[in-house]
C-alpha cells in the first residue's frame, strides 16, 4: 500500500511540474505528459495495479497537466494503447508511444 501511495503522489508531483497556466499546451509539455503516462503505467503494472484503476489514475493527471481538448484526446488515446500493451517497460512504452 505505501509503495502504491509513494508512486501515485511521485507521478502526482510530476505532472504538477510540468504543468502551465496558459489557455495552450506547448508541443514540450505534451511530450514531457506522454513521459510521464509512461512512466505512471509502468509503475502501476508493477504494483499489480488492474487497467481500469491505471487508467482512471492517469487520465486524471492528463485532465489537470493539458489544457487543449485535442492534447487531452490524444493523451488520452495513447494512455490507452499503453495499459493495452502487454510490455511494461518505461523506456519502451516511450519508445512506442511518445516519439
Same mark, same amino acid.
Given at each position: 500500500?505505501? =509503495?502504491i501511495l509513494l508512486a501515485v503522489v511521485s507521478i502526482s508531483i +510530476? %505532472?504538477?511540474a510540468y504543468a502551465k497556466s496558459s489557455a495552450?499546451?506547448? $508541443? +514540450?509539455?505534451? &511530450?514531457?505528459?506522454?513521459?510521464?503516462?509512461?512512466? %505512471?503505467?509502468? $509503475?502501476? =503494472?508493477? &504494483? #499489480?495495479?488492474?487497467?481500469?484503476?491505471? #487508467? =482512471?489514475?492517469v487520465s486524471t493527471l492528463i485532465n489537470q497537466s493539458l489544457k487543449t481538448p485535442e492534447? #487531452?484526446?490524444? +493523451?488520452q488515446k495513447t494512455l490507452n494503447?499503453?495499459?493495452?500493451? #502487454?510490455?511494461?517497460?518505461v523506456r519502451t512504452l516511450e519508445g512506442k508511444y511518445c516519439s
Amino acid at each position: 500500500m505505501k =509503495k502504491i501511495l509513494l508512486a501515485v503522489v511521485s507521478i502526482s508531483i +510530476a %505532472a504538477f511540474a510540468y504543468a502551465k497556466s496558459s489557455a495552450t499546451d506547448s $508541443t +514540450a509539455l505534451v &511530450l514531457q505528459q506522454c513521459k510521464i503516462s509512461a512512466e %505512471a503505467v509502468s $509503475t502501476l =503494472k508493477g &504494483l #499489480r495495479y488492474g487497467n481500469t484503476s491505471i #487508467r =482512471k489514475d492517469v487520465s486524471t493527471l492528463i485532465n489537470q497537466s493539458l489544457k487543449t481538448p485535442e492534447n #487531452r484526446e490524444l +493523451a488520452q488515446k495513447t494512455l490507452n494503447l499503453m495499459v493495452d500493451d #502487454r510490455v511494461s517497460d518505461v523506456r519502451t512504452l516511450e519508445g512506442k508511444y511518445c516519439s
